[in-house]
């Protein structure tokens, strides 16, 4: 999705955790079994566009996403899915989370 075919005030939301890296396999079965609970709730929300998560082999861990606005990007951080369970499913596997950041978008390709 091109920036001009965004909604305006389109923001893109920044979750990051570091891990140690020899928690590699650990984390990565954890960040494919919260996806199971994490998918159905997350797509339930209005403005959600796009969403991806993965987790480096190098101890990093993101969820990026994109929202139509920064009112319906902020709804995840009162989800119970991710608040409570993802992120006492992450803390479990050794995962230290980084503030989330929400950016408008300025551009795009």
Request: with cysteine.
């Amino acid at each position: 999705m091109t920036a001009d075919r965004l909604p305006a005030g389109a923001v893109v939301r920044i979750s990051r955790g570091n891990f140690d890296p020899a928690r590699f396999p650990e984390v990565h079965a954890m960040a494919i079994a919260t996806g199971r609970y994490l998918i159905p709730a997350i797509s339930k929300l209005p403005g959600l566009l796009s969403y991806y998560a993965g987790a480096s082999p190098d101890g990093l861990i993101v969820h990026v996403s994109i929202w139509d606005s920064d009112e319906h990007a902020s709804q995840v951080a009162r989800l119970q899915e991710m608040i409570v369970d993802a992120r006492g499913d992450a803390e479990k596997a050794g995962v230290g989370f980084i503030p989330v950041a929400t950016c408008p978008i300025d551009w795009a390709i």
